[in-house]
């Protein structure tokens, strides 16, 4: 008989006895004789796909964790931050308000804001780091844009991306409140 693959059966044996099974009992419910289970847990029987795919579903577990893929990862809980937990920037004079929405464990290369501006308010801001990008999407009102010698006026909908490793600056030229929501990449 050809040496089969040790680390299938080693597997095989692992989750067997971790479920409390005998070699008789995952005969039964994968169809696979006992003689055959045996001799691919002793690593002396190279097993078909076929073999293989009744062994992962009798023992409840993934195909790949049998063949020496990467298990299916289990999904995340989902996480929730409620608006009292969300942190905010305000600048001096009051009229912009950044809520910061980007994960900490993402802020070398993410930044993601809610951002809040009144009649006049502005954000002026020295060059970030070479190579930073801006994306301003406003979603109520009007805000203009100045990055570096560049400056638009970026309406309700509408989305402006920018250098952001030179000076920059987003105003609230009107006479009504600004929202917009704004990525800084890196």
Not at 13 to 28: A, G, K, N, V
Not at 48 to 59: E, P
Request: aromatic share 2%; charged share 25%; with cysteine.
């Amino acid at each position: 008989m050809t040496q089969g693959s040790p680390e299938i059966g080693l597997i095989v044996r692992q989750l067997r006895r971790r479920q409390e099974l005998t070699l008789e009992t995952l005969s039964r419910i994968s169809g696979v004789s006992k003689s055959i289970l045996s001799q691919i847990e002793r690593g002396d029987a190279n097993p078909t796909l076929a073999t293989v795919w009744a062994l992962a579903r009798a023992l409840k577990i993934d195909l790949t964790e049998l063949i020496g893929g990467e298990p299916r990862q289990t999904p995340q809980p989902i996480e929730i931050a409620s608006a009292s937990f969300t942190p905010e920037i305000r600048t001096e004079d009051g009229r912009c308000v950044l809520r910061i929405l980007s994960p900490a464990d993402h802020a070398e290369t993410l930044e993601w804001y809610d951002v809040q501006m009144a009649p006049g308010g502005a954000l002026v801001s020295e060059a970030h780091l070479r190579g930073m990008r801006e994306h301003l999407t406003v979603l109520e009102g009007t805000l203009e844009v100045t990055s570096g010698e560049s400056r638009a006026e970026v309406p309700t909908g509408a989305t402006s991306r920018y250098a952001a490793d030179v000076a920059h600056t987003i105003r609230n030229l009107s006479d009504r409140p600004a929202r917009a929501l704004l990525v800084v990449t890196r």
